[in-house]
């Protein structure tokens, strides 16, 4: 009777095992690499200033003429009637002004 408690418990431990491998494959694949994107991300729009060039998420080239807590004015083409008022997270791309 002791042999299959034995192997009842070890088969318990293997499978727990098997569960903690997978969480952490888990984690690597998926959890991880989001986690720096979103740093990434975060860091993009804390460097945003006025003067800089960017690219927006709907392909839009324009430059920065104002920044405010969590939204930017962006004017596009060399049209001073179109500036646009938007979020910070709809910027993909920065090139920074050259000073």
């Not at 070890?10 to 994107?37: D, N």
């Not at 729009?45 to 405010?68: A, K, P, Q, R």
């Amino acid at each position: 009777m002791t042999l299959l408690a034995a192997q009842q418990s070890a088969s318990w431990v293997v499978l727990i095992l098997y569960v903690l491998i997978i969480v952490g494959f888990m984690y690597f694949i998926a959890i991880r690499p989001q986690k720096k994107q979103e740093k990434k991300q975060q860091e993009l729009m804390n460097s945003v200033e006025i003067g800089d060039s960017v690219l927006t998420s709907s392909g839009f080239y324009g430059m920065i003429i104002d920044v405010t807590d969590d939204t930017v004015i962006v004017e596009f083409g060399g049209n001073k009637n179109c500036r646009i008022p938007m979020q910070k997270t709809a910027i993909v791309d920065v090139e920074k002004a050259n000073v």
